[in-house]
């Protein structure tokens, strides 16, 4: 692919988002911003990357912010209130889904519909709405460094000769701490040992339901089942997934913990080409790579992520969006952090399940889980 890929950015404030403009930037030859979305109201930073990038089409939350934005912008830019109208726009190559939560999942299908690349960084659309996005599997290139491990593993190999995938966690700051989970506070919980990423995920990789929500859109992604999936505590981060096949051989993927290497590497897909990060891993500078079994008793948010993706239907989006909630409320200092697998589970056990055969389902059960966790309190 020589001409330069149009990208519709959903998200473009965030870590992800800012991690993706920064590849654009660095090479204006292969990428181009066509559009971007954003979920918050940050309207500098806004008005920053549209005054950088110009794309062409820009949708923001509500029309209070759009008219605002109108005001600010010296650039003629296209301001929206609807991220379908970005998704469907029939000039995009592909489509980057780096908002957080179930705001991402209609603008995905839109764009799979169209036949577009999705490069997909929200964990709802995978976790949430898994078997509806199975028949657009093809056009989806994962863009979490697990697996983009992964993809890279496994390519060229018959799912038959796959015996275990293993998907690599640092731990977080807590793996190996004597700390009360009770008595944990956000500042503790945001310090991420190895990994620069965004609050939601930072608790999540601190109560190991990032690795579980990775476990479970492994199985969509891969189609591998839960009894083949396995977590390992990798506290160095630089290996950042294997797979072993029957034969007993397995492959490692090792790089830089930098996210930018996995977002390129989705951009670039099936090519490759130059590291844009100028980042490079020194092997010889590497004294030592671990390996642990999770525990999980004291990380409960890990089992329970298994166990609403063995249930299915649409039990994992209320874990995904019951998680989303209760990391909030952590946040806010409203309940501490060992609440947060409690709030989970409690949810879980309340939930009568649907089969997913629509969005609707999906929005229903997240919007019931939501309600639930405050119902709680
Ligand atoms: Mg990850």
Redesign the pocket.
């Known amino acids: 692919m020589n001409k330069t890929q149009k990208i519709c950015l959903l998200g473009a404030t965030g870590s992800i988002g800012s991690q993706t403009l920064d590849l654009i930037r660095s090479a204006p030859q292969n990428y181009q911003l066509h559009s971007l979305a954003v979920a918050g109201s940050n309207l500098e930073k806004l008005i920053s990357i549209i005054h950088e990038f110009k794309p062409k089409l820009v949708a923001v939350k509500n029309k209070e912010i759009a008219d605002n934005l109108k005001l600010a912008l010296k650039h003629k830019t296209e301001i929206l209130t609807d991220l379908n109208l970005l998704a469907s726009d029939s000039e995009i190559d592909n489509i980057i889904v780096a908002v957080v939560g179930s705001i991402g999942l209609e603008p995905t299908f839109i764009a799979l519909k169209n036949n577009k690349k999705a490069i997909i960084a929200n964990k709802e659309t995978l976790v949430a709405a898994g078997e509806l996005i199975q028949p657009y599997k093809s056009q989806i290139i994962p863009a979490?460094?697990?697996?983009v491990a992964l993809h890279q593993c496994l390519a060229g190999c018959q799912k038959s000769e796959v015996k275990t995938l293993y998907l690599t966690a640092s731990g977080g700051p807590f793996y190996n701490s004597k700390l009360d989970f009770a008595q944990i506070k956000p500042t503790q919980a945001l310090k991420h040992p190895t990994?620069n990423m965004g609050p939601k995920?930072t608790i999540d990789?601190a109560t190991l339901m990032?690795?579980g929500l990775?476990v479970i859109e492994a199985t969509v992604l891969f189609g591998a089942s839960y009894e083949q999936i396995e977590v390992l505590i990798h506290p160095q981060s630089l290996v950042h997934s294997l797979v072993e096949f029957i034969d007993g051989n397995i492959l490692a993927q090792l790089g830089p913990n930098d996210m930018r290497l996995a977002l390129q590497y989705a951009l670039d897909w099936p090519e490759r080409k130059p590291n844009l990060a100028n980042k490079f891993l020194n092997l010889k500078q590497m004294s030592k790579l671990e390996f642990f079994e999770p525990d999980l008793k004291r990380f409960k948010c890990l089992q329970l992520a298994y166990q609403a993706g063995k249930m299915g239907k649409t039990y994992p989006a209320v874990l995904s969006a019951a998680d989303e909630i209760a990391v909030e409320l952590f946040l806010q200092e409203r309940i501490s952090f060992a609440q947060i697998p409690e709030l989970i589970e409690k949810t879980l056990d309340k939930h009568q399940s649907q089969e997913v055969n629509s969005l609707e389902i999906i929005k229903q059960a997240d919007k019931w889980a939501r309600e639930q966790v405050y119902s709680f309190l």
């Open positions: 979490d460094s697990e697996h990994w995920i990789s990032n690795k990775e």
